[in-house]
DNA sequence: CGCCACTTTGATCCATGTCAAATGCGGTGG
DNA sequence: CCACCGCATTTGACATGGATCAAAGTGGCG
């Protein structure tokens, strides 16, 4: 029997919640691989497999050849690369249901680093192993296209809309953007689990740690939202779309 | 015999220098296309013909469902989307060489409309057609991939630096991306036509009209470059890349 | 309990957006 | 060929959002 990482390995205890595998982005590629044929020459529980992370683990570096594309099933993670005097710079969040590296298929190498944010666990689906697989290549391939032209168009989306929002507008959005990924997955729409740091957010969103600080303060007086140690309470979502739309 | 876009049609004439077929990143695609086996009932002529077009005229509208991929042979183009109070966003530009649209075929639907700068020719693929010529499917899915993940990459990188960069590293790097293109291309490296008007070049930068105006003021009298009615001469590579790099 | 990293808050300065006016350029009609 | 008009570009003056520097507050962990 071909392991899925809809058999999670039995070894891998996970105490934290996990998403399902039908709201992961994974998922189309692990029906692919339930479909392979059998004896097409796939070693038992190569393809995907759990595997838990600690905070603070890199799940790859920059520039390190392409090997496995993840999805996140618990837990959060930040893309990172690094500028000319070596200081990290934060180019995306990955939360879970979201398949990490992707885009590294095609060059052959991560174009940036994965940090872990904090515990959590991941599908690793080997692919250089898939691509040994037979005729499921082409639905494959198919399924990897599709994500990658959604990912080509959600960026020009982004960044053509970051480039010129204020401080307000790229805060407001991104926590909008928290709470849109949370309700695709089923969770909480009014508690966010903020994992990373102001520093991470403020360098995501080309602002200073101070800034991000005082707009922030500046929504929860304006009862938007109201901050906890490492999350975010949603008081106001029209309020929000207010401030991160007008544009 | 297969009509690919190193074969142009006779009946359109055109007068302007055009871009080779063997720089041209639909080469491959058209590669695979003259490998389709013979007989395969891909009627002559469609995969990839010629088209003339006139300045300001639309390649195709946003949203628009998608049709065909396009590469650029001569005349430059620009990508546009629209804020919520209908005003043009410039999202891109496109060069002699350049792909159009690709990220389309992922969604079936373009994400921004695409507009001539000036005239000019085009290869047109009509991948929905593409799509019956058999066995080539596969090579075609992988060099598409291939561009898919090339674009991920890139944007990631734009996206990231454009968004914390002040308005000299931005013009600057602007410049040195036409720079590069430009040699990539085989064409002038100290001539650079400037077919976009300072407006639509403000936009794409996420800077006002007035700073993109006063930023090559000051790289003129810095003698970086030379201003030209519809053109610049970089005099000072070296100065240019310092200027947009220092961060 | 105390250290250290992170966060918040305050004060100041500068780059760039905004408004306004001048200049330049291409096209059109006389 | 010239005069005029409209539009793009340039230049100037000013206001302000956010970066930077500085210092105080907060929480986690040994």
Redesign the pocket.
């Known amino acids: 029997v071909i392991q899925s990482c809809c058999k999670p390995d039995q070894t891998n205890s996970n105490f934290f919640q996990e998403i399902v595998c039908n709201e992961c982005s994974l998922d189309p590629l692990c029906q692919v691989i339930e479909y392979a044929e059998p004896g097409s020459g796939v070693p038992d529980g190569i393809l995907a497999r759990r595997r838990p992370v600690q905070r603070g683990e890199m799940l790859f570096v920059m520039n390190q050849p392409f090997q496995a594309i993840y999805a996140v099933k618990s837990g959060s993670f930040k893309a990172v690369t690094y500028d000319q005097t070596g200081a990290e710079r934060v180019v995306g969040f990955f939360l879970s249901g979201d398949l990490i590296g992707v885009e590294g298929m095609a060059n052959q190498t991560y174009s940036y680093g994965v940090r872990a944010l904090e515990v959590g666990s991941v599908c690793c689906l080997e692919v250089d192993r898939l691509a040994h697989t037979g005729r499921s290549t082409e639905v494959l391939q198919g399924a990897l296209i599709t994500m990658l032209g959604q990912e080509v168009a959600m960026n020009h989306l982004v960044t053509s809309s970051l480039i010129?929002?204020?401080?307000?507008?790229?805060l407001g959005a991104f926590i909008l953007s928290l709470v849109r990924r949370s309700a695709v997955r089923g969770l909480s729409q009014r508690n966010l689990g903020?994992s990373?740091?102001?520093?991470?957010?403020?360098s995501y969103?080309?602002?200073?740690?101070?800034?991000?600080?005082?707009?922030?303060?500046?929504f929860?007086n304006n009862e938007l939202i109201r901050?906890r140690?490492?999350s975010i309470e949603v008081l106001d979502l029209d309020g929000l779309e207010r401030v991160s739309s007008s544009d």
């Open positions: 010129r929002q204020n401080a307000e507008q790229r903020l990373m740091s102001r520093s991470d957010m403020a969103l080309g602002l200073a740690r101070e800034t991000v600080s005082r707009v922030l303060s500046r929860q901050l140690k490492h």
